[in-house]
């Protein structure tokens, strides 16, 4: 079955523990990227990658580290969470990243919803 | 300004009723655009791709105005089951092959039976 896998789904932990969130899709695609989510705030893109090695800063990516050594999957890392960063985290993935292209469907995983104490 | 705009509702409509939400846009780059639909507490869905000559899939009407940047979904004959938050997506050109992709905040549908 084609589909994007985060883990863990749900997360309790202390400000300044460090934490990865996984982000798996097996579909092949080359672009990948993570979202959080917050009331009245939408969906705001943390980081994004177009392809393997190749990363990108989206809107808040303060606080968050990303990596894409392969293909497939795309961690999300916290080196110090803090408060402010519970929220429900998405990862995303599409066959490409093109603006122009019809193939830029985002597939979603089902969410990290992460606290922060 | 936000990059995306939309109301965020809740619109509250009886089963049957045909409702109509809009989505602006600031970027004149801005490429491509979508509707997804998210359930509560679930992860967003692709309901349909949004083209400049409009299209229809069923119940769903989406079309694009790129004089007033501005994207409308139409839901006639509303169903219990399109009780969602519905998600305008612009996707920008940036630069080389890289784009970005903005989400707006989303309009709140409740059906009533």
């Known amino acids: 079955e084609a589909q994007v896998t985060q883990n863990p789904r749900y997360l309790i932990t202390v400000t300044g523990k460090k934490l990865t969130v996984t982000c798996s899709q097996n579909m092949n695609h080359e672009y990948m990227s993570w979202y959080r989510q917050d009331p009245g705030l939408g969906l705001r893109q943390i980081y994004y990658?177009?392809?393997?090695?190749?990363?990108d800063k989206g809107d808040v990516p303060e606080g968050y580290k990303v990596s894409r050594k392969e293909k497939r999957n795309f961690p999300l890392i916290l080196e110090s969470p803090s408060p402010n960063q519970t929220s429900l985290y998405f990862c995303?993935?599409?066959?490409?990243?093109?603006?122009?292209?019809?193939?830029?469907?985002?597939?979603f995983g089902p969410g990290t919803r992460l606290t922060v104490l | 300004r936000k990059e995306v705009e939309q109301d965020p509702g809740p619109f509250n409509v009886p089963e049957g009723a045909t409702v109509a939400f809009n989505c602006t846009y600031s970027?004149?780059?801005?490429?491509?655009f979508f509707w997804y639909r998210q359930d509560c507490r679930k992860e967003p869905k692709l309901l349909m791709s949004?083209?400049?000559s409009g299209n229809e899939d069923g119940r769903f009407t989406a079309q694009l105005n790129r004089a007033s940047q501005y994207i409308s979904l139409l839901i006639r004959d509303s169903k219990l089951s399109d009780s969602a938050t519905y998600l305008c997506v612009v996707n920008q050109a940036l630069y080389s092959s890289a784009s970005k992709i903005i989400f707006g905040s989303g309009t709140r549908l409740s059906i009533r039976p």
């Open positions: 990658s177009m392809n393997v090695e190749v990363t």
């Open positions: 970027n004149s780059a801005s490429q491509s």
């Open positions: 949004v083209y400049s």
């Open positions: 995303a993935s599409s066959f490409t990243g093109t603006a122009l292209s019809s193939y830029n469907e985002q597939f």
